[in-house]
């Protein structure tokens, strides 16, 4: 089974503190994504990544960074989080354009 | 850019009934379509899976169709359970997935 890991399924921080968010798969698949997701806008594509220290920009990258030093590890990062990136974080992986596959969620409080 | 629409936003039957939800999108240049499940406050469950060649998939009592030129996709549920109670979202990947707001079902015992 495939399987994707978030570092926390609940985080809480404060208003302009650096945050990074984990994600790690093991079934060696070349691309991962982090979304957001809010009620009533549904999933949206933060960054993603076709391979190792490559990363492309998806619908709303304002604000976040990422990393990928390793295959199986995908890092989100805000670099100094505000009340509007409280949200449920989510990471995927998925082998080239075939089906992805998502982590538990993580539910960042920004206070 | 890809626009993906989910109708219903929510529904709710009784145990027994079949289900049809509803998505469509705005351009049919697309490697695949999947449908997903999410339970509240968890991550997202496959489930199918539908190639930009095929028609249709079948897993269960789950059936989605596609018609790509038309820009839709329906997802049925047969004789609905309790069990499937949950949110369900339909993505659209053309190199990148863009998701539905997601029709919120609820099945009453």
């Known amino acids: 089974d495939v399987k994707v890991t978030q570092s926390s399924r609940y985080l809480v921080k404060r208003t302009g503190e650096k945050v990074f968010l984990e994600c790690v798969q093991d079934?060696?698949?070349?691309?991962m994504f982090w979304y957001r997701q809010d009620p009533g806008l549904g999933l949206r594509l933060i960054y993603f990544s076709y391979d190792v220290k490559m990363k492309e920009k998806g619908d709303i990258p304002e604000g976040y960074s990422v990393s990928r030093e390793k295959k199986e590890r995908f890092s989100l990062i805000l670099e100094s989080a505000s009340t509007n990136q409280t949200s449920m974080y989510l990471c995927?992986?998925?082998?080239?354009?075939?089906?992805?596959?998502f982590g538990p969620g993580t539910r960042l409080t920004v206070l | 850019k890809q626009e993906v629409t989910q109708i219903p936003a929510a529904l709710s039957v009784p145990e027994g009934e079949n289900l049809v939800l509803n998505c469509s999108f705005t351009?049919?240049?697309?490697?695949?379509l999947q449908w997903f499940r999410q339970d509240p406050g968890k991550g997202l469950t496959s489930l199918l899976l539908?190639?930009?060649?095929?028609r249709e998939q079948t897993s269960g009592r789950l059936n989605a169709s596609l018609d790509k030129s038309s820009g839709r996709s329906t997802l049925y549920i047969a004789a609905s359970q309790p069990g499937d109670s949950a949110t369900y979202l339909c993505?659209?990947?053309?190199?990148?997935?863009?998701f539905g707001a997601g029709t919120t079902v609820t099945v009453r015992a």
């Open positions: 995927a992986s998925s082998p080239r354009t075939d089906t992805q596959y």
């Open positions: 351009d049919s240049a697309i490697y695949n």
């Open positions: 993505a659209v990947n053309d190199y990148k997935l863009s």
């Open positions: 079934m060696d698949h070349e691309n």
């Open positions: 539908i190639q930009s060649s095929q």
